[in-house]
């Protein structure tokens, strides 16, 4: 076998679980240097290969019969058992353990084998390593232990164990201020916000370091179930502002959520036509500047004041064509704003950057 290929076939080997052969071909009185091989951008072993092929037996080979280091660390510092544990082998976890590996080393970010775990529905490989003295309340480089992890996830089970475990883990915050609760209602994993309300005791409209609430992160993306949920079992306030005084509707209306929106206007009777931090935008202007022009047609269906101007003078048609929204221009155009002459001449500067604007202004002057 030429030598440059001897490499790549053992590698093969090693991810197909081949035992058989590879016992025959991988003999360190032939090949002395195959524990230093390493394959990849990071520089993976082959004990990296074994574990997160879930191969135990090769694992149990490379360890116990070649000697191989099992804490042999790539480029981002993960070990083996970072792998075996973030792909849910339990078998390799296992077995690592019992032979001494590091129950809670550490990769590139802080991030131990079971918060790795933790980023799957990872039940039986979470017991292994908590069995095996892992430390649940263990924080990574952004400040998140291994429950905020899984509330991301979205993993009820887990969360249930974790809790049973370590009572105390939901009492976390990461370094922006952002709790699990914060994180399961922005990614909509209702099964987990219905069980931290039950378990957990977060307080009412806990803000981020930007003073946004799970309420906020609720409709801002979309998950208005969860936002239901927030107001009926956490007394979430709807019109509660975050640090720059934005509130839920604001928001939504950056991320183009109508029907979050509709919820909060319809159903709970937000104001339309509130106002929002020291330049007093309505939420028309925050989807006008966006260049959302199907929120800019829910905003004014349900009352949003075409007219309004923010405190610099503003209407919602000089914030889109200054944003040169083509689309939110001519919506806002056709739907009847009258200017005055000087918002016009105003609004005349920033068409000139863009003729099809101008022609847009031009075919609606009949229009407005």
């Known amino acids: 076998m030429a030598e440059q290929e001897r490499p790549r076939r053992l590698l093969r080997l090693v991810q197909e679980g081949n035992l058989d ?12 240097e195959a524990p230093c ?17 879930g191969h135990q037996d090769v694992l149990e080979f490379l360890v116990q019969e070649l000697g191989m280091d099992m804490e042999v660390a790539n480029g981002d510092y993960k070990r083996p058992i970072h792998e075996a544990a973030s792909m849910g082998h339990q078998k390799c976890v296992a077995f690592l353990l019992e032979r001494g590996a590091s129950v809670d080393c550490l990769k590139k970010g802080d991030w131990t084998p079971l918060m790795m775990a933790c980023t799957r529905k990872n039940l039986e490989v979470i017991k292994t390593l908590v069995e095996h003295g892992a ?19 979205g993993h009820p089970e887990v969360l249930q164990y974790l809790l049973d475990v370590s009572p105390n883990c939901w009492d976390t915050e990461s370094t922006t201020g952002r709790t699990p609760l914060h994180t399961a209602a922005m990614h909509g994993c209702s099964q987990v916000v219905e069980l931290l309300l039950e378990r957990c005791q977060y307080k009412a409209d806990s803000r981020d370091s930007c003073g946004v609430t799970p309420f906020m992160d609720a409709l801002q993306n979309g998950h208005i179930g969860i936002a239901q949920l927030l107001l009926e079992k956490h007394q979430a306030c709807p019109t509660a502002v975050d640090a720059l005084g934005a ?35 309505p939420a028309l202007h925050y989807a006008a500047k966006e260049g959302h022009g199907h929120t800019i047609q829910t905003l004014l269906s349900l ?33 009847g704003l009258q200017d005055t ?6 609004l005349a500067q920033q068409l000139a950057r863009r003729p099809e604007l101008i022609q847009l202004f031009q075919g609606t002057q009949g229009t407005t």
């Open 21 to 32: 052969l590879l016992r025959d071909e991988l003999r360190l009185d032939e090949i002395p």
């Open 37 to 53: 091989w390493r394959w990849g951008r990071l520089g993976d072993s082959l004990l990296h290969h074994a574990a997160r092929s």
């Open 135 to 153: 430390n649940p309340l263990l924080r990574n480089k952004d400040g998140w232990n291994c429950f905020h992890i899984a509330s991301r996830e």
């Open 247 to 281: 509130q839920a509707l604001h928001r939504a209306a950056v991320t183009a959520q109508d029907g979050s929106i509709h919820f909060l206007v319809s159903q709970l009777g937000v104001d339309v036509n509130g106002r929002a931090t020291s330049l007093q935008l």
């Open 303 to 335: 009352g949003a004041d075409i007219q309004a101007k923010d405190g610099k003078g503003r209407s919602a048609l000089h914030v889109a064509s200054a944003g040169q929204r083509v689309v939110a221009t001519q919506i806002l155009l056709q739907a």
């Open 341 to 346: 002459p000087d918002a016009t001449g105003m």
